[in-house]
Nanobody, 119 residues
């Protein structure tokens, strides 16, 4: 089983920056994809950024403000968020897609970290 732990959320003023971190604790064959989703109150969970297989995908709202990066040796993924807006306020979830030693694929989520952007 993959354990996913996020950190780095908090309260920031509009225009400020935050860096989210996520580490996947796993004894698995391969971590395929890692990334971030978010969910604001009353809204559906949406893609923020994911990377895997040599590609990166960002949500349309990112518009160059966020950067996702990873450290494969640590099974870690990071999200640098700049120029934050009040509408970025949400719970941010780390996502890990992996393949175990039995070649079965798994989707795992962290517990979420709150990001609040004040105007």
């Amino acid at each position: 089983q993959v354990q996913v732990v996020e950190s780095g959320g908090g309260l920031v003023q509009a225009g400020g920056s935050l860096r989210l971190s996520c580490e996947a604790s796993t004894n698995t064959f391969r971590v395929n994809t890692m990334g971030w989703y978010r969910q604001a109150p009353g809204k559906q969970r949406e893609l923020v950024a994911v990377l895997g297989g040599g590609s990166i995908k960002y949500g349309d709202f990112v518009q160059g403000r966020f950067t996702i990066s990873s450290d494969s040796a640590k099974s870690a993924v990071y999200l640098q968020m700049n120029s934050l807006k009040p509408e970025d306020t949400a719970v941010y979830y780390c996502y890990v897609q992996s393949t175990d030693w039995g070649r079965r694929e798994h989707d795992d989520w962290g517990q979420g970290t709150q990001v609040t952007v004040s105007s």
